[in-house]
């Protein structure tokens, strides 16, 4: 698996994403139908749009810290990641995963997994000491998912954006 890094510049001053990518990128969002049901943040889960995909990565990249992720694998994009190298709460010392989604065929082939780790390495190599991320409380595969690989419940409260309830979970990042 390869990951790339989205250069927030791609979507600076309405700059468009080329088309290929974000007909890929689409896919991967549109491919994830039961995710978008629960997280809501489509209106329309079976009619995934591009402008759609773009703007939720323009507003991911609004963040001064923001990172998007693309894995691919065998050429194919697999998955994407958004980190935060700050959250937007001052008081907040540590990274956090916002999003991290695989495409719907490729479930359960460890492209998750992988990616999860190469968030962790990233964040570990750059003296982090932990990771956080927010998980939707009506989506208990991605509860799963995330506490076995290590990850803690920390807190339960509603995310920044719309206000749905959410399991807040931390792993530390140890030197390997």
């Not at 907040?92 to 719907?104: K, T, Y």
Request: hydrophobic share 45%; net charge negative; glycine share 8%.
């Amino acid at each position: 698996m390869i990951v790339e890094t989205l250069a927030p510049k791609a979507l600076e001053d309405g700059a468009a994403l080329p088309g290929p990518l974000l007909t890929e990128l689409t896919a991967l969002y549109a491919s994830n139908r039961e995710f978008q049901q629960l997280s809501g943040d489509f209106p329309d889960p079976d009619a995934i749009r591009p402008e759609q995909v773009a703007a939720a990565l323009a507003d991911d990249l609004a963040q001064p810290s923001a990172e998007v992720l693309l894995a691919r694998s065998e050429g194919r994009l697999v998955a994407v990641a958004v980190t935060l190298g700050r959250h937007p709460d001052p008081a907040d010392p540590d990274p956090w995963i916002g999003l991290l989604m695989v495409h719907a065929d490729a479930h359960r082939a460890g492209f998750g997994r992988r990616l999860a780790a190469h968030v962790e390495d990233g964040f570990r190599t750059a003296g982090r000491t932990g990771l956080r991320l927010a998980v939707l409380e009506n989506n208990p595969k991605a509860l799963a998912f995330w506490t076995s690989l290590g990850y803690e419940e920390t807190a339960r409260r509603p995310d920044l954006a719309h206000g749905r309830p959410c399991v807040v979970l931390r792993k530390a990042l140890q030197e390997p």
